[in-house]
């Protein structure tokens, strides 16, 4: 009798341990200064720090995220940890679009929107190419997954987080 491992309903490990490995994260990135992150090859995602404006304090706010590449977009899923609610990041930037992505090559400045329609099914399609336990992961939430994507915006165009 085979099992089917999509089929089983994913475990998540304990909020803690998803805080401790982000604030790991954070601290790493800092320490080595962005010099060890993933680049997408092929399907394969990378990481990036997305810097915000707070959308109550107005201050900046980084986090890493993971991304995918989709022409000279990027986009990343609002999934914090799969847990309920969405991610800070995610609220910040619905509040102030404008902020800023660093990446092995550098900074860019970039506009955030949530996909939808076609274009949110496509990308998704494309994560789950690479997680495939994607749809079970995001079943753990009671709201849909945002498939937020970055475009890029002219180095003219200045905001609190650029």
Known sequence: MSVDN???KPKLPPRWFIHLAWR??????RVLGGRVVWRPRATRWGTLRL????????QERSVIVAYL???????????NGWGEGEPAWWLNLRAHPEATVDLVD???LV???AATGDERRRLWARWREIDTQL????ALRSSETAVVVLEPRPESDTSPAA
Do not use: C, I, Q, S
């Open 135 to 138: 749809d079970a992961f995001a």
């Open 106 to 108: 550098g900074r860019r």
């Open 51 to 58: 810097t915000t404006t707070g959308r109550r304090t107005g």
């Open 24 to 29: 790991v994260h954070r601290g790493l990135y």
């Open 69 to 79: 590449e989709d022409g000279p977009n990027l986009f990343t899923l609002a999934m």
């Open 6 to 8: 999509r089929a089983k």
């Open 111 to 113: 506009r955030g929107r």
